[in-house]
């Protein structure tokens, strides 16, 4: 077809041609593979439900950009995204160029409507050996993500586009490409593929015309329809609302007749006992956990006091993590803030300890040594496990001696995993802000939270004389962490 106006017309004419099936991008069949019910959100959803992206979204959006940008330069440079006003003539621009051989293309719009397939690939390259409507050669799906590590919704996404490829061209590649944040290429065999994306794309279809309406699950639902979904869930009471009853355990309960919070509440605990991977000390617990939610107070699991030794002194500590850019424009996570409340006596103290870049994470590690060692003895409060897992990181990264960090670290106490094994709180999930919320603490700063404090760290980082204010609404998010943290003890070890 190579140099063949005519050709491209005719193929162009063909695959514009609308057949039965609804239009379908890949963004939303690899939606599917994620959350079903999101597909059936942006198909009838209530638009004024959608949320608007946060800042932390568009700085995402933009790095992905910057990054898409840089791999492309890499393995076609001076090669650019096609210009076009509509995607129609996209389109038809892509066939001229695939017909004429070029090397690579740069997003693409595709479409096959006959099969109401659309999208817009990352990056098409030319392979040779596989004989297609263009000539002796094909092309290949290249698709570029921010993600370190992939997941079935990015392969999902790949061989979509792949089979839309393979409609246009005649031939499906054998393979599809994806190169993760790292700039690592991994190559996926079309064939292993195929069954996922054909599933999720029935599922996308069957939502699509109506013929199937999945359930909100509460905590399943990507933005921007997650706070809609969540309140779907707690409106039906789904039984996704009971923290730490993810997709095998939700489905093990539905297929005991279980399936809302009443269900679960008034089960007697030897059939949930009895259930696949529930047993008789999580069944004791789901039905705690759905009680508190029914009646909105919290639930005892465990009678007697909480394990909380008195100590004249206590420190209650919370990390903030980002990702800054380093000279190569990559994402680089580190923890910039080690966050302490001491309590003392009748006085209480915030110190924070504070590293602008990871270059000085050392140093700020090696001062939050020095302050627990001032204080020998005081055990050091935090909830669930992050804390943990990343203050080891510090202290092996920035080389503090194992018996230092081990002075460190065996004064650790997760009040998440104490909290938990005791009461069943009121509210879906167990972090730190559902849960202190529940009980009576508000933090200060309303429009704060773990990614606005990212997007504030990285302003901040930037030009730290001018967004000094930046730094400032962190400092007060994260001391109002260590005081929920406070709260939440203080809470357990007044129980009976």
Same mark, same amino acid.
């Given at each position: 077809?190579?140099?063949?106006?005519?050709?491209?017309?005719?193929?162009?004419?063909?695959?514009?041609?609308?057949?039965?099936?609804?239009?379908?991008?890949?963004?939303?069949?690899?939606?599917?593979?994620?959350?079903?019910?999101?597909?059936?959100?942006?198909?009838?959803?209530?638009?004024?439900?959608?949320?608007?992206?946060?800042?932390?979204?568009?700085?995402?959006?933009?790095?992905?950009?910057?990054?898409?940008?840089?791999?492309?330069?890499?393995?076609?440079?001076?090669?650019?995204?096609?210009?076009?006003?509509?995607?129609?003539?996209?389109?038809?621009?892509?066939?001229?160029?695939?017909?004429?051989?070029?090397?690579?293309?740069?997003?693409?719009?595709?479409?096959?409507?006959?099969?109401?397939?659309?999208?817009?690939?990352?990056?098409?390259?030319?392979?040779?050996?596989?004989?297609?409507?263009?000539?002796?050669?094909?092309?290949?799906?290249?698709?570029?993500?921010?993600?370190?590590?992939?997941?079935?919704?990015? /392969?999902?996404?790949?061989?979509?586009?792949?089979?839309?490829?393979?409609?246009?061209?005649?031939?499906?590649?054998?393979?599809?490409?994806?190169?993760?944040?790292?700039?690592?290429?991994?190559?996926?065999?079309?064939?292993?593929?195929?069954?996922?994306?054909?599933?999720?794309?029935?599922?996308?279809?069957?939502?699509?015309?109506?013929?199937?309406?999945?359930?909100?699950?509460?905590?399943?639902?990507?933005?921007?329809?997650?706070?809609?979904?969540?309140?779907?869930?707690?409106?039906?009471?789904?039984?996704?609302?009971?923290?730490?009853?993810? #997709?095998?355990?939700?489905?093990?309960?539905?297929?005991?007749?279980?399936?809302?919070?009443?269900?679960?509440?008034?089960?007697?605990?030897?059939?949930?006992? #009895?259930?696949?991977?529930?047993?008789?000390?999580?069944?004791?617990?789901?039905?705690?956990?759905?009680?508190?939610?029914?009646?909105?107070?919290?639930?005892?699991?465990?009678? #007697?006091?909480?394990?909380?030794?008195?100590?004249?002194?206590?420190?209650?500590?919370?990390?903030?993590?980002?990702?800054?850019?380093?000279?190569?424009?990559?994402?680089?996570?580190?923890?910039?803030?080690?966050?302490?409340?001491?309590?003392?006596?009748?006085?209480?103290?915030?110190?924070?300890?504070?590293?602008?870049?990871?270059?000085?994470?050392?140093?700020?590690?090696?001062?939050?040594?020095?302050?627990?060692?001032?204080?020998?003895?005081?055990?050091?409060?935090?909830?669930?496990?992050?804390?943990?897992?990343?203050?080891?990181?510090? /202290?092996?990264?920035?080389?503090?001696?194992?018996?230092?960090?081990?002075?460190?670290?065996?004064?650790?106490?997760?009040?998440?995993?104490?909290?938990?094994?005791?009461?069943?709180?009121?509210?879906?999930?167990?972090?730190?802000?559902?849960?202190?919320?529940?009980?009576?603490?508000?933090?200060?700063?309303?429009?704060?939270?773990?990614?606005?404090?990212?997007?504030?760290?990285?302003?901040?980082?930037?030009?730290?004389?001018?967004?000094?204010?930046?730094?400032?609404?962190?400092?007060?998010?994260?001391?109002?962490?260590?005081?929920?943290?406070?709260?939440?003890?203080?809470?357990?070890?007044?129980?009976?």
């Amino acid at each position: 077809m190579a140099g063949g106006g005519a050709e491209v017309e005719g193929l162009l004419r063909a695959c514009l041609a609308e057949g039965p099936y609804p239009r379908v991008r890949a963004s939303l069949v690899a939606l599917h593979a994620e959350a079903p019910y999101a597909v059936w959100c942006e198909a009838f959803g209530p638009p004024e439900a959608r949320e608007p992206a946060s800042r932390y979204w568009l700085l995402l959006a933009e790095q992905g950009k910057e990054h898409e940008a840089r791999i492309l330069g890499s393995r076609h440079p001076g090669l650019a995204p096609l210009s076009f006003e509509t995607a129609e003539a996209g389109f038809c621009l892509a066939l001229e160029q695939m017909a004429a051989g070029v090397p690579a293309l740069a997003e693409p719009p595709l479409l096959y409507l006959p099969e109401g397939l659309t999208g817009r690939p990352d990056l098409l390259e030319r392979i040779e050996g596989v004989p297609s409507r263009f000539g002796p050669y094909a092309y290949r799906v290249v698709e570029i993500k921010s993600a370190r590590h992939l997941d079935e919704a990015h /392969l999902v996404q790949a061989a979509f586009y792949n089979l839309l490829l393979g409609k246009v061209q005649g031939v499906e590649a054998p393979s599809v490409i994806l190169i993760n944040r790292d700039g690592r290429a991994f190559e996926h065999p079309w064939e292993e593929l195929r069954p996922a994306l054909q599933e999720a794309l029935e599922g996308t279809r069957a939502i699509l015309t109506g013929r199937v309406e999945p359930e909100p699950i509460h905590g399943g639902c990507p933005w921007p329809w997650t706070a809609y979904a969540d309140s779907q869930a707690e409106a039906r009471q789904d039984i996704s609302l009971l923290p730490g009853v993810g #997709g095998a355990t939700r489905e093990t309960l539905r297929g005991a007749g279980i399936k809302v919070l009443g269900d679960v509440a008034g089960a007697a605990e030897s059939i949930l006992a #009895g259930l696949p991977r529930i047993g008789a000390g999580r069944a004791r617990n789901l039905k705690a956990a759905a009680t508190a939610l029914l009646t909105g107070q919290p639930v005892r699991i465990q009678d #007697g006091r909480v394990p909380l030794r008195p100590a004249p002194v206590e420190v209650f500590v919370d990390l903030e993590g980002a990702g800054p850019l380093d000279p190569s424009g990559d994402l680089v996570p580190f923890d910039y803030l080690i966050g302490t409340v001491t309590r003392k006596g009748g006085e209480v103290r915030y110190r924070p300890f504070l590293a602008v870049s990871p270059a000085e994470a050392g140093r700020m590690t090696a001062d939050f040594v020095a302050f627990c060692e001032s204080l020998p003895g005081a055990p050091l409060y935090h909830w669930h496990n992050y804390e943990r897992t990343r203050l080891k990181h510090l /202290l092996d990264h920035h080389g503090i001696p194992p018996d230092r960090a081990t002075a460190v670290l065996g004064r650790l106490t997760d009040l998440h995993r104490l909290a938990t094994r005791a009461v069943a709180f009121p509210v879906p999930g167990t972090g730190l802000k559902a849960v202190a919320k529940a009980l009576g603490f508000s933090w200060r700063l309303a429009d704060v939270d773990a990614l606005e404090s990212v997007v504030l760290f990285l302003e901040y980082a930037a030009d730290p004389a001018g967004h000094a204010d930046a730094l400032a609404r962190i400092l007060t998010y994260n001391e109002d962490d260590c005081r929920a943290t406070a709260f939440v003890k203080d809470w357990l070890a007044a129980l009976t």
